[in-house]
């Protein structure tokens, strides 16, 4: 048998029909589903009579635009726009019985941390979401990535997508990493080195030893960002540790079925000799904590650099430099680390689990933060219940942060949790795009030890001075 | 779905790169639970100030660029979230063809399933048709799909290339759903095989 690269294999154990083209039929095993993209499949459904073919496959819950204030069980928190989606979702579940976590419930939280979470992915495979932060998945050595609408209706009537096989692209990270950085850290300066079209038409493998010796948590947080490559999926292939946190999850396999799902996600990973399109390979001990300065999530530099000029630049990147620093409010030659920062946003799909909120909580313990507004908006319900149960819900309130309920949140700023114009964020999340957290807000892409740090002194920080 | 065979039109130009699925539609518009209507809003923030003032500057804002059928624009073009509104939205506005060198890949196949044409060709080319973009509304831009060419105003034309099944879809106007449909018993022999296999999924 030839070689075959992880991404090969899941493919090939989930094509359903192949037409002359190459054009396929991959068989869809998990479908998540939220408010935002949804109402307009559910919409066509009806129009057409067509059922869900796989309710039991069909996961919702609503988080792009639910309030995450502590007031939120009252209707008046939510505008009327939203809570038309909101209900709309509501109803949808309902009416076409597939699986649902209403905002009322501890285990609602955003979409790609519920999954998880609750045991929904699994390792080899095809999970799908009207979301392009699906790649997260890929944690698990699942095939996972974003669909657009008529996609997600598409799923729903048929449990299939039409697709075409992308090309493989390696990412290596090799060695350890050093003190202080971070998943946050790897990903971003990933995508500092491809840039953002760089992994177009690919899925990326991460692979190497700094890979291995993150925990699934910090894998989530690497394949999150995999589309800001532009890649269609990021993965990981399953290891011991990818079997440890699925094991007893609710939707896990159990007893005997967990064991001939263990055997067969064993030969889940790369052959030695599979072929590679593009290999990309970093030393771990090279990446810094990195911030990034512009409105693309490229924009990245080690937080000991300086705002580049536009001149740093070339072809169409030159315009679009002058444009970010514009934006940003930024000049160059300023270290990044005497950029003052207005807000501290601490949560999204790519930062808002557990782990992450140790990892702020550890630097904030026992100070006060120095800006205006900082939040910590868990990624689930789960994950704030048990940060309350460690004690790092205390930490961050003592500490002068907001404590609230599980969503998207300013990732997207969708609910009222906004940036107003000029206001400059150290944020968690994955975009730094214009406008993306309020109109003319300016974010800053960090890891949540950063986002600590800045909350603290009030300006962009080298994690490592306060470790 | 409409189809799209040739269309003659106005071609707006765009040069910035990396123009993401938050310019082409915020997110204060994704409350809809409809499809239509979206085209109002199309690049709003660069559109519009916050009183609701058109900015003069900007492209689809002048004369010669309001009932434009063409985005000419910078790389990596729809990069960003999945949301399909930001189709709707160009489709609505009326563009039906968008040329770049690039597209970040879930727009791209968003683009198709709404009637619109991405085209991607080499930075030389997209840079001559930017310029023939440039010219204005006398300038008349000629895309024709079944020959895959795009020709400019002054007769130049550039081949590009596009998946054979999606450019059968776009031209006759194919639902997918309706395709996959007539492929169901492939579906139910899979699903049936991979209950076997992996009973746990
Ligand atoms: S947290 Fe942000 S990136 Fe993640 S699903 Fe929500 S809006 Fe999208």
């Keep these: 048998m030839s070689p075959k690269t992880l991404y090969d294999k899941i493919w090939d154990a989930h094509v359903a029909h192949e037409a002359d083209d190459g054009t396929c039929l991959l068989y869809i095993d998990r479908h998540l589903v939220h408010e935002v993209t949804s109402p307009q499949a559910f919409e066509g459904l009806r129009m057409a009579n067509r059922p869900v073919r796989a309710p039991d496959k069909t996961i919702a819950v609503p988080d792009h635009n639910v309030p995450t204030t502590l007031d939120r069980a009252n209707a008046a928190t939510m505008t009327e726009d939203s809570r038309v989606q909101v209900e709309a979702l509501d109803k949808n579940a309902k009416d076409f019985g597939i699986h649902y976590y209403p905002v009322s419930d501890v285990r609602q939280g955003i979409v790609h941390i519920v999954g998880p979470e609750q045991g929904w992915t699994l390792p080899g495979m095809t999970v799908v979401c009207g979301d392009s ?23 729903l009537a048929t449990q299939t997508l039409i697709q075409k096989k992308s090309k493989n692209m390696k990412v290596e990270i090799t060695g350890k990493l050093r003190p ?36 699934m948590e910090g894998r989530m947080t690497v394949c999150n960002m995999a589309i800001e490559g532009g890649a269609r999926a990021g993965l990981i292939a399953p290891d011991e540790k990818t079997f440890e946190y699925v094991k007893g999850r609710p939707h896990a ?20 000799d599979a072929q590679w399109d593009k290999v990309i390979t970093i030393k771990g001990e090279d990446i810094a904590p990195v911030v990034t300065w512009g409105t693309s999530p490229e924009d990245v530099l080690p937080i000991t650099a300086t705002v580049p000029s536009a001149d740093d630049f070339e072809g169409g990147k030159v315009g679009a430099a002058q444009r970010s620093l514009d934006y940003m409010g930024l000049t160059p030659g300023t270290p990044l680390s005497e950029i003052e920062i207005d807000t ?33 908006v868990p990624g689930s319900g789960l994950v704030r219940a048990q940060a309350e149960e460690e004690g790092l819900a205390d930490i961050f309130k003592e500490a002068g942060f907001e404590w609230r309920l599980a969503g998207c949140s300013m990732c997207l700023a969708m ?16 975009r730094n795009f214009e406008g993306r957290q309020g109109y003319k807000g300016r974010t800053h892409l960090v890891s949540p030890g950063m986002a600590a740090a800045a909350a603290i002194t009030g300006k962009l920080t080298d994690v490592r001075d306060l470790m | 779905m409409d189809k799209f065979e040739t269309l003659t039109g106005i071609a707006a130009p765009m040069p910035l790169v990396n123009i ?54 910078g790389d990596n073009f729809g990069c960003g979230s999945s949301r399909e509104h930001a189709p709707w939205a160009i489709k609505d506005f009326g563009i039906r063809c968008v040329i770049s060198t690039s597209f970040a890949d879930i727009f791209y196949n968003n683009c198709f399933k709404n009637g619109i ?46 998946d054979a099944f999606k450019k059968h879809c776009l031209m006759e106007g194919l639902d997918d759903i309706g395709l996959t449909m007539e492929k169901v018993s492939s579906i139910d022999t899979y699903e049936a095989q991979a209950a076997q296999a992996r009973p746990w999924v």
């Design chain 1, 253 to 272: 396999p159990k007893g005997a079925q967990f064991e001939a799902a263990l055997a067969w996600w064993k030969t889940l990973y790369s052959d030695d």
């Design chain 2, 117 to 162: 044409l991405p085209i991607a060709l080499p930075a030389d080319a997209v840079e001559v048709l930017m310029k023939d973009a440039e010219k204005g509304a006398n300038a008349r831009m000629t895309v024709d799909l079944e020959n895959q060419t795009v020709t400019t105003s002054d007769g130049e034309s550039f081949s590009f290339e596009v």
């Design chain 1, 415 to 430: 609910n009222p949790d906004q940036l107003s114009e000029g206001e400059r964020c150290a944020s968690t999340s994955n």
């Design chain 1, 133 to 155: 932060h699906t790649a997260t998945h890929g944690a698990f050595g699942a095939l996972a990535h974003g669909i657009g609408t008529s996609e997600v209706e598409h799923v």
């Design chain 1, 344 to 376: 501290v946003f601490i949560g999204s799909c790519t930062n808002g689990r557990i782990e992450d909120l140790r990892a702020a909580a550890e630097i904030l313990k026992g100070k006060k933060v120095a800006v205006k507004r900082a939040m910590v």
């Design chain 1, 180 to 215: 202080g950085v971070t998943a946050k850290d790897i990903t971003l300066s990933v995508i500092g080195e491809t840039g953002t079209a760089g992994g177009t038409g690919y899925v990326i493998e991460y692979c190497g030893e700094a890979i291995r010796d993150l925990s």
């Design chain 2, 20 to 73: 993401d699925t938050d310019m082409i539609i915020p997110k204060q518009f994704l409350k809809t639970i409809k499809r239509s209507g979206l085209g109002a809003n199309l690049f709003d923030e660069m559109r519009f100030d916050r009183s609701g003032n058109e900015i003069p500057d900007f492209v689809l804002n002048q004369d010669a660029y309001r009932s434009a059928e063409i985005l000419v624009a």
